[in-house]
């Protein structure tokens, strides 16, 4: 994120230190309503940090797992919003070597990102250590 300046909006929710950083983050949560995600019934949450108002809406019952979420960059310009639905939860998938293969399709070629690295500041110009020197 930092080193391609790009924004991923739900990079948080891959982190193990999430419940720490939605209490350093989170200002307020409000509870909306109870409503239905695809047939689902869910609870509609909103919550807002410094730079980004958060909904989430998560389905009750015994699977209290996120069925939407919609990030708004309040602070950006025009306010631009991240949705991301989350259907068809596989809780046990069946993974195996072939899960973690890529086979490319020919014609195809990797994009490359220009990271944008911070350039370090100029050396400042150091004092002669010389005292009264000419």
């Given at each position: ?20 950083e ?29 730079t ?8 009750d019952?015994d ?33 195996d ?32 250590a ?5």
């Amino acid at each position: 994120v930092r080193d391609l300046g790009m924004r991923l909006p739900l990079a948080a929710l891959l982190l193990n230190r999430l419940p720490a950083e939605l209490q350093d983050r989170v200002r307020s949560v409000n509870y909306v309503e109870k409503t239905s995600i695809y047939g689902t019934a869910s609870h509609h949450l909103a919550a807002r940090t410094d730079t980004v108002d958060l909904q989430v809406w998560v389905a009750d019952g015994d699977k209290p797992l996120p069925q939407r979420i919609v990030l708004t960059y309040k602070k950006a310009a025009g306010q631009p919003q991240f949705w991301a639905q989350f259907i068809d939860w596989n809780l046990a998938p069946q993974i195996d070597n072939a899960t973690f293969s890529v086979q490319i399709p020919d014609g195809l070629q990797k994009v490359a990102f220009a990271a944008q690295l911070p350039r370090a500041a100029p050396a400042a110009a150091k004092p002669s250590a010389k005292k009264g020197g000419k």
